[in-house]
Protein backbone atom coordinates (compact mmCIF):
# COMPACT_ATOMS: atom_id res chain seq x y z
CA UNK A 1 0.00 0.00 0.00
CA UNK A 2 1.08 3.36 -0.54
CA UNK A 3 0.37 4.39 3.36
CA UNK A 4 2.70 2.12 4.04
CA UNK A 5 5.88 3.57 1.95
CA UNK A 6 6.96 5.83 4.70
CA UNK A 7 4.91 7.66 7.91
CA UNK A 8 3.08 10.64 6.14
CA UNK A 9 2.10 13.88 7.11
CA UNK A 10 -1.51 15.06 6.57
CA UNK A 11 -1.59 16.55 3.42
CA UNK A 12 -0.16 13.45 1.96
CA UNK A 13 -2.52 11.12 3.58
CA UNK A 14 -5.45 13.03 2.26
CA UNK A 15 -4.25 12.23 -1.30
CA UNK A 16 -2.48 8.74 -0.45
CA UNK A 17 -3.70 7.75 2.73
CA UNK A 18 -4.69 4.03 3.29
CA UNK A 19 -5.40 3.75 -0.98
CA UNK A 20 -3.68 1.83 -3.74
CA UNK A 21 -3.63 2.10 -7.65
CA UNK A 22 -6.43 -0.47 -9.09
CA UNK A 23 -4.93 -3.67 -9.36
CA UNK A 24 -7.04 -4.67 -12.55
CA UNK A 25 -5.90 -1.38 -14.86
CA UNK A 26 -3.53 0.55 -12.70
CA UNK A 27 -6.25 3.57 -12.41
CA UNK A 28 -5.23 6.32 -10.20
CA UNK A 29 -8.36 6.69 -8.46
CA UNK A 30 -10.77 3.78 -7.25
CA UNK A 31 -13.32 3.15 -9.53
CA UNK A 32 -16.60 3.04 -8.85
CA UNK A 33 -18.09 -0.39 -8.37
CA UNK A 34 -21.67 -0.10 -9.02
CA UNK A 35 -22.58 -3.53 -8.63
CA UNK A 36 -24.71 -5.25 -5.33
CA UNK A 37 -22.59 -8.90 -5.92
CA UNK A 38 -19.90 -10.96 -7.06
CA UNK A 39 -19.21 -13.77 -9.03
CA UNK A 40 -17.99 -16.73 -6.83
CA UNK A 41 -16.12 -19.93 -8.10
CA UNK A 42 -17.63 -22.22 -5.79
CA UNK A 43 -19.58 -21.21 -2.31
CA UNK A 44 -17.76 -19.06 -0.28
CA UNK A 45 -14.66 -19.00 -3.04
CA UNK A 46 -14.74 -15.19 -3.99
CA UNK A 47 -11.68 -12.49 -4.43
CA UNK A 48 -13.24 -11.12 -0.54
CA UNK A 49 -16.39 -9.48 -1.73
CA UNK A 50 -19.37 -11.39 -1.86
CA UNK A 51 -22.43 -8.91 -1.40
CA UNK A 52 -22.26 -4.88 -1.05
CA UNK A 53 -24.05 -4.35 2.12
CA UNK A 54 -20.75 -6.39 3.89
CA UNK A 55 -18.17 -5.14 1.66
CA UNK A 56 -17.60 -3.24 -1.47
CA UNK A 57 -14.07 -2.24 -3.33
CA UNK A 58 -14.75 1.97 -3.65
CA UNK A 59 -16.59 1.72 0.26
CA UNK A 60 -13.14 -0.19 1.36
CA UNK A 61 -10.77 2.43 -0.15
CA UNK A 62 -12.75 5.46 1.28
CA UNK A 63 -13.00 3.46 4.89
CA UNK A 64 -9.12 2.91 4.55
CA UNK A 65 -8.97 6.79 3.95
CA UNK A 66 -10.88 7.49 7.05
CA UNK A 67 -8.98 5.61 9.17
CA UNK A 68 -5.43 7.10 7.57
CA UNK A 69 -6.51 10.89 8.50
CA UNK A 70 -7.25 10.36 11.49
CA UNK A 71 -4.52 8.49 13.07
CA UNK A 72 -6.99 5.16 13.01
CA UNK A 73 -6.69 1.65 12.17
CA UNK A 74 -10.26 0.87 11.34
CA UNK A 75 -12.44 2.92 9.14
CA UNK A 76 -16.16 2.61 8.53
CA UNK A 77 -18.61 4.15 6.30
CA UNK A 78 -22.51 4.64 6.64
CA UNK A 79 -25.26 6.18 4.59
CA UNK A 80 -25.56 9.60 7.31
CA UNK A 81 -24.07 10.83 10.37
CA UNK A 82 -26.84 9.98 11.93
CA UNK A 83 -26.65 6.32 10.81
CA UNK A 84 -22.95 6.01 12.25
CA UNK A 85 -24.32 7.12 15.39
CA UNK A 86 -26.92 5.00 15.97
CA UNK A 87 -24.50 2.12 14.83
CA UNK A 88 -22.40 3.42 18.39
CA UNK A 89 -25.67 3.11 20.72
CA UNK A 90 -26.48 -0.40 19.11
CA UNK A 91 -23.25 -0.97 21.05
CA UNK A 92 -25.38 -0.78 24.46
CA UNK A 93 -28.49 -2.30 26.16
CA UNK A 94 -31.31 -1.53 27.98
CA UNK A 95 -30.52 0.18 31.39
CA UNK A 96 -26.99 1.72 30.57
CA UNK A 97 -26.29 5.65 30.88
CA UNK A 98 -24.82 7.62 28.35
CA UNK A 99 -22.95 11.12 29.58
CA UNK A 100 -23.72 13.31 26.36
CA UNK A 101 -22.60 17.05 26.05
CA UNK A 102 -25.36 19.51 26.36
CA UNK A 103 -25.25 21.44 23.75
CA UNK A 104 -24.81 19.15 20.34
CA UNK A 105 -26.56 18.75 17.11
CA UNK A 106 -30.15 18.67 17.11
CA UNK A 107 -30.75 15.36 15.31
CA UNK A 108 -28.11 13.73 17.82
CA UNK A 109 -30.30 15.05 20.54
CA UNK A 110 -33.54 13.75 18.35
CA UNK A 111 -32.37 10.07 18.16
CA UNK A 112 -31.05 9.70 21.78
CA UNK A 113 -34.29 10.75 23.16
CA UNK A 114 -37.20 10.01 21.09
CA UNK A 115 -35.62 6.80 20.09
CA UNK A 116 -33.41 5.35 22.17
CA UNK A 117 -34.93 6.56 25.48
CA UNK A 118 -37.97 4.47 24.54
CA UNK A 119 -35.58 1.12 24.10
CA UNK A 120 -34.41 2.12 27.97
CA UNK A 121 -30.96 3.76 27.56
CA UNK A 122 -30.63 7.16 29.81
CA UNK A 123 -29.00 9.77 28.51
CA UNK A 124 -27.52 12.82 30.62
CA UNK A 125 -27.08 15.90 29.01
CA UNK A 126 -24.50 18.15 30.68
CA UNK A 127 -22.06 21.03 30.14
CA UNK A 128 -18.59 19.21 29.74
CA UNK A 129 -16.38 22.87 29.52
CA UNK A 130 -15.60 22.13 33.11
CA UNK A 131 -14.69 18.19 32.83
CA UNK A 132 -14.81 18.18 36.49
CA UNK A 133 -18.62 17.85 36.27
CA UNK A 134 -18.87 14.61 34.21
CA UNK A 135 -17.99 12.22 37.06
CA UNK A 136 -20.57 13.34 39.61
CA UNK A 137 -22.90 11.63 36.70
CA UNK A 138 -21.03 8.16 36.47
CA UNK A 139 -22.63 5.49 37.74
CA UNK A 140 -22.38 1.40 37.36
CA UNK A 141 -24.67 1.58 34.33
CA UNK A 142 -22.80 4.08 32.65
CA UNK A 143 -21.01 3.12 29.23
CA UNK A 144 -20.13 5.70 26.80
CA UNK A 145 -19.76 9.58 27.17
CA UNK A 146 -20.00 11.39 23.75
CA UNK A 147 -18.21 14.73 22.87
CA UNK A 148 -18.81 16.96 20.82
CA UNK A 149 -16.30 19.73 20.06
CA UNK A 150 -16.30 22.39 18.90
CA UNK A 151 -20.24 22.24 19.70
CA UNK A 152 -22.62 22.78 17.42
CA UNK A 153 -24.25 25.57 17.16
CA UNK A 154 -22.49 27.23 20.56
CA UNK A 155 -18.70 26.09 19.74
CA UNK A 156 -18.12 25.29 23.04
CA UNK A 157 -14.06 23.81 23.66
CA UNK A 158 -14.42 19.96 25.40
CA UNK A 159 -11.03 18.45 26.51
CA UNK A 160 -10.39 15.61 25.12
CA UNK A 161 -7.69 14.44 26.75
CA UNK A 162 -8.91 15.07 30.42
CA UNK A 163 -12.18 13.57 29.32
CA UNK A 164 -10.32 10.15 28.05
CA UNK A 165 -8.77 10.35 31.28
CA UNK A 166 -12.16 10.10 33.06
CA UNK A 167 -13.47 7.58 30.70
CA UNK A 168 -10.49 5.30 31.08
CA UNK A 169 -10.33 5.40 35.11
CA UNK A 170 -14.11 4.43 34.87
CA UNK A 171 -13.81 2.08 31.58
CA UNK A 172 -16.48 3.61 29.49
CA UNK A 173 -16.29 4.25 26.03
CA UNK A 174 -15.17 7.68 24.80
CA UNK A 175 -16.77 8.87 21.33
CA UNK A 176 -15.94 12.19 19.80
CA UNK A 177 -17.79 13.96 16.88
CA UNK A 178 -15.28 15.32 15.04
CA UNK A 179 -17.45 16.79 12.26
CA UNK A 180 -16.25 20.68 12.89
CA UNK A 181 -12.74 20.43 13.60
CA UNK A 182 -11.79 17.48 10.63
CA UNK A 183 -8.50 15.98 11.31
CA UNK A 184 -6.88 19.03 9.42
CA UNK A 185 -7.56 20.37 12.91
CA UNK A 186 -8.07 17.72 15.68
CA UNK A 187 -6.88 13.44 16.18
CA UNK A 188 -9.77 12.60 19.20
CA UNK A 189 -7.87 9.05 18.64
CA UNK A 190 -4.28 10.70 19.67
CA UNK A 191 -5.62 12.52 22.46
CA UNK A 192 -7.22 9.26 23.88
CA UNK A 193 -10.89 8.84 22.71
CA UNK A 194 -12.25 5.44 21.37
CA UNK A 195 -14.48 6.50 18.65
CA UNK A 196 -14.27 8.79 16.12
CA UNK A 197 -17.49 9.98 14.44
CA UNK A 198 -18.22 12.50 11.25
CA UNK A 199 -21.02 13.32 9.53
CA UNK A 200 -19.02 13.46 6.39
CA UNK A 201 -22.15 15.00 4.29
CA UNK A 202 -19.81 18.11 5.87
CA UNK A 203 -16.48 18.92 5.47
CA UNK A 204 -15.31 15.59 4.52
CA UNK A 205 -17.06 15.44 1.29
CA UNK A 206 -17.19 19.44 1.18
CA UNK A 207 -19.18 19.93 -1.62
CA UNK A 208 -22.49 19.60 -0.56
CA UNK A 209 -23.10 16.97 -2.75
CA UNK A 210 -23.56 13.83 -0.84
CA UNK A 211 -24.94 12.33 2.75
CA UNK A 212 -23.04 9.77 4.79
CA UNK A 213 -21.16 9.05 7.88
CA UNK A 214 -18.14 7.68 9.63
CA UNK A 215 -16.59 5.87 12.14
CA UNK A 216 -13.08 5.21 13.22
CA UNK A 217 -11.76 3.53 15.83
CA UNK A 218 -8.12 1.83 17.01
CA UNK A 219 -9.56 -1.46 18.92
CA UNK A 220 -9.85 -4.51 17.11
CA UNK A 221 -12.52 -6.10 19.09
CA UNK A 222 -14.57 -2.97 19.12
CA UNK A 223 -14.00 -2.63 15.36
CA UNK A 224 -15.63 -5.82 15.04
CA UNK A 225 -18.60 -5.28 16.79
CA UNK A 226 -19.13 -2.20 14.59
CA UNK A 227 -18.62 -3.78 11.60
CA UNK A 228 -20.86 -6.35 12.67
CA UNK A 229 -23.75 -3.82 13.19
CA UNK A 230 -22.87 -2.02 10.10
CA UNK A 231 -23.32 -5.54 7.78
CA UNK A 232 -26.56 -6.49 10.15
CA UNK A 233 -28.30 -3.62 10.14
CA UNK A 234 -27.74 -2.68 6.81
CA UNK A 235 -27.49 1.50 6.77
CA UNK A 236 -24.03 1.48 4.44
CA UNK A 237 -23.53 4.05 1.63
CA UNK A 238 -23.47 3.32 -2.19
CA UNK A 239 -20.23 3.73 -4.25
CA UNK A 240 -21.17 6.42 -6.20
CA UNK A 241 -21.38 8.39 -2.69
CA UNK A 242 -17.71 7.05 -1.67
CA UNK A 243 -16.28 7.82 -4.53
CA UNK A 244 -17.30 11.49 -3.92
CA UNK A 245 -16.14 11.48 -0.38
CA UNK A 246 -13.24 9.82 -1.68
CA UNK A 247 -12.66 12.58 -3.88
CA UNK A 248 -13.65 15.27 -1.18
CA UNK A 249 -11.01 14.28 1.65
CA UNK A 250 -7.77 14.36 -1.39
CA UNK A 251 -8.65 18.50 -0.97
CA UNK A 252 -9.73 18.47 2.74
CA UNK A 253 -6.63 19.75 3.65
CA UNK A 254 -6.33 23.16 1.20
CA UNK A 255 -10.04 23.52 1.72
CA UNK A 256 -10.04 23.79 5.74
CA UNK A 257 -6.86 26.43 5.58
CA UNK A 258 -9.10 28.20 4.11
CA UNK A 259 -12.22 27.67 5.84
CA UNK A 260 -9.69 28.84 8.92
CA UNK A 261 -8.16 31.96 7.26
CA UNK A 262 -12.28 33.36 6.29
CA UNK A 263 -13.67 32.08 8.92
CA UNK A 264 -11.24 34.40 11.58
CA UNK A 265 -11.67 37.60 9.16
CA UNK A 266 -15.80 37.10 9.26
CA UNK A 267 -15.19 36.11 13.22
CA UNK A 268 -13.11 39.48 14.24
CA UNK A 269 -15.93 41.32 11.43
CA UNK A 270 -19.18 40.48 13.37
CA UNK A 271 -16.96 41.10 16.96
CA UNK A 272 -16.84 44.94 16.17
CA UNK A 273 -20.37 45.50 14.29
CA UNK A 274 -22.12 47.18 16.51
CA UNK A 275 -25.35 45.80 15.76
CA UNK A 276 -23.65 42.13 17.12
CA UNK A 277 -24.25 41.12 20.85
CA UNK A 278 -22.08 38.26 21.16
CA UNK A 279 -19.97 35.88 18.36
CA UNK A 280 -19.08 32.53 19.19
CA UNK A 281 -15.86 31.75 17.95
CA UNK A 282 -12.92 29.22 19.76
CA UNK A 283 -10.15 31.62 18.37
CA UNK A 284 -11.06 34.51 20.66
CA UNK A 285 -8.61 34.78 23.65
CA UNK A 286 -11.47 35.64 25.78
CA UNK A 287 -13.42 32.36 24.64
CA UNK A 288 -13.89 30.16 28.10
CA UNK A 289 -11.87 27.27 27.02
CA UNK A 290 -9.54 29.16 24.01
CA UNK A 291 -6.22 27.90 25.62
CA UNK A 292 -7.60 23.75 25.74
CA UNK A 293 -9.14 24.82 21.57
CA UNK A 294 -4.90 25.85 21.28
CA UNK A 295 -3.89 22.94 22.78
CA UNK A 296 -6.11 20.46 20.84
CA UNK A 297 -6.41 22.04 17.50
CA UNK A 298 -4.33 23.11 14.57
CA UNK A 299 -6.64 26.22 13.93
CA UNK A 300 -10.31 27.57 14.96
CA UNK A 301 -12.30 26.31 11.94
CA UNK A 302 -14.65 28.25 9.89
CA UNK A 303 -17.81 27.87 11.57
CA UNK A 304 -18.92 30.75 13.26
CA UNK A 305 -22.04 31.43 15.30
CA UNK A 306 -23.77 35.50 16.71
CA UNK A 307 -26.53 36.47 18.15
CA UNK A 308 -28.02 40.46 17.72
CA UNK A 309 -28.11 43.01 20.30
CA UNK A 310 -31.80 43.09 20.34
CA UNK A 311 -32.03 39.43 20.84
CA UNK A 312 -35.06 39.75 18.07
CA UNK A 313 -36.31 36.18 16.40
CA UNK A 314 -37.82 38.32 13.38
CA UNK A 315 -34.35 41.09 13.01
CA UNK A 316 -32.69 37.07 13.02
CA UNK A 317 -35.02 35.97 10.54
CA UNK A 318 -34.64 38.74 8.32
CA UNK A 319 -31.19 38.58 8.34
CA UNK A 320 -30.49 35.50 6.68
CA UNK A 321 -33.35 35.99 4.66
CA UNK A 322 -31.43 39.12 2.81
CA UNK A 323 -28.24 37.34 2.61
CA UNK A 324 -27.01 36.68 -1.01
CA UNK A 325 -23.92 35.28 -1.35
CA UNK A 326 -24.46 32.74 2.10
CA UNK A 327 -27.08 30.83 1.45
CA UNK A 328 -29.86 29.97 3.59
CA UNK A 329 -30.01 26.17 4.54
CA UNK A 330 -29.49 23.38 6.58
CA UNK A 331 -26.12 22.12 6.53
CA UNK A 332 -22.31 23.02 6.60
CA UNK A 333 -18.70 22.87 5.74
CA UNK A 334 -19.50 22.99 1.84
CA UNK A 335 -16.95 25.42 -0.50
CA UNK A 336 -20.03 27.75 0.05
CA UNK A 337 -21.03 29.68 2.38
CA UNK A 338 -24.60 28.92 4.49
CA UNK A 339 -26.27 30.73 7.07
CA UNK A 340 -28.50 28.84 9.31
CA UNK A 341 -30.80 29.74 12.22
CA UNK A 342 -30.53 26.94 14.66
CA UNK A 343 -33.77 27.59 17.14
CA UNK A 344 -36.26 26.83 13.51
CA UNK A 345 -33.53 24.98 11.71
CA UNK A 346 -31.24 22.68 13.03
CA UNK A 347 -31.99 22.50 16.87
CA UNK A 348 -35.66 22.86 16.52
CA UNK A 349 -36.22 19.38 17.73
CA UNK A 350 -34.68 20.17 21.07
CA UNK A 351 -37.49 21.67 23.38
CA UNK A 352 -37.14 25.77 23.53
CA UNK A 353 -36.57 25.52 27.47
CA UNK A 354 -33.59 23.24 26.93
CA UNK A 355 -32.02 25.05 23.92
CA UNK A 356 -32.33 28.08 25.35
CA UNK A 357 -30.28 26.79 28.49
CA UNK A 358 -27.58 26.47 26.22
CA UNK A 359 -27.06 29.56 24.83
CA UNK A 360 -29.56 28.80 21.58
CA UNK A 361 -31.97 31.41 21.89
CA UNK A 362 -33.73 33.13 19.08
CA UNK A 363 -31.64 35.73 17.72
CA UNK A 364 -28.98 32.89 17.19
CA UNK A 365 -27.41 32.90 13.77
CA UNK A 366 -24.89 30.15 12.70
CA UNK A 367 -22.41 30.65 9.62
CA UNK A 368 -20.49 27.73 7.77
CA UNK A 369 -17.64 30.03 6.02
CA UNK A 370 -16.84 28.92 2.65
CA UNK A 371 -13.87 29.31 1.04
CA UNK A 372 -15.13 32.43 -1.51
CA UNK A 373 -13.37 35.29 -1.32
CA UNK A 374 -13.83 37.17 2.32
CA UNK A 375 -14.39 40.49 1.07
CA UNK A 376 -17.44 39.36 -1.17
CA UNK A 377 -18.66 37.80 2.44
CA UNK A 378 -17.73 41.00 4.44
CA UNK A 379 -19.83 42.43 1.94
CA UNK A 380 -23.10 40.39 1.61
CA UNK A 381 -23.08 40.68 6.06
CA UNK A 382 -22.97 43.92 6.07
CA UNK A 383 -25.88 44.47 3.79
CA UNK A 384 -28.12 41.91 4.87
CA UNK A 385 -27.08 43.09 8.81
CA UNK A 386 -27.31 46.36 8.34
Not at 283 to 302: L, R, T, V, W, Y
Not at 314 to 340: N, Q
Amino acid sequence: MLSNFYKMKFNTKTIHGGQEHDSAYGAVMPPIYQTSTYAQTTPGGHKGYEYSRTHNPTRHALECSFASIENGKYGLAFASGLSAIDAIIKLLKPGDEVISTNDLYGGSYRLFTKIYEDFGIKFHFIGMENTSSIESYINKNTKLIWVETPTNPMMNIIDIEATSKIAKKHNLLLAVDNTFATPYLQLPLDLGADIVMHSATKYLGGHSDVVMGALIVNDKDLADRLYFIQNASGAVCGPQDSFLVLRGIKTLHIRMQRHCENGKIIAEYLEKHPKIEKVYWPGFENHPNHNIAKSQMKDFGGMVSFTTKDNNFKEAIKIVERLKIFTLAESLGGVESLAGHPASMTHASIPKEKREKTGVVDSLIRLSVGIEDVDDLIADLKQAIG
